[in-house]
């Protein structure tokens, strides 16, 4: 320990001593800013391009268009009007939602691959 920090207890020296290093106060700050900006990258700029994505989706939405509610509500939209959506659920069943509520397309077919059906010519060991 320094001697001229002998008269302090040791936590008070210690707190002097890394204080004073080449960026001063900064220093302690650094890991803290590291923090910050890996927590940013990692999590805010990911959720703002999707929540973009999801505001285009709502904008550019068209009658035919099959949907999903926040509430689990499968849909095909039938009328766009304003702020709000007529879904039909079910033959003569009609709701109307708010845009906000609709929280996806039910199906994306172009990153939905088909699963490939099994062979059915094969006669395998099942009797």
Not at 9 to 14: K, R, V
Not at 19 to 41: N, R, T
């Amino acid at each position: 320990m320094n001697p001229n920090f002998s008269l302090l207890g040791p936590t008070t020296a210690l707190a002097l001593q890394t204080s004073s290093g080449p960026f001063g106060m900064l220093g302690g700050f650094i890991p803290m800013i590291l923090i910050f900006v890996i927590f940013y990258v990692v999590l805010m700029l990911p959720m703002q391009k999707q929540r973009k994505a999801l505001a285009a989706m709502i904008e550019n939405l068209k009658k035919g268009d099959r949907v999903v509610t926040s509430g689990g509500i499968f849909g095909e939209v039938t009328q766009v009007e304003g702020p709000t959506v007529m879904l039909r659920i079910a033959d003569n069943v009609r709701v109307r939602v708010a845009k906000s509520a609709i929280t996806g397309l039910e199906g994306n077919p172009e990153k939905a691959e088909k699963p490939e059906k099994a062979d059915k010519s094969d006669k395998g060991s099942n009797p």
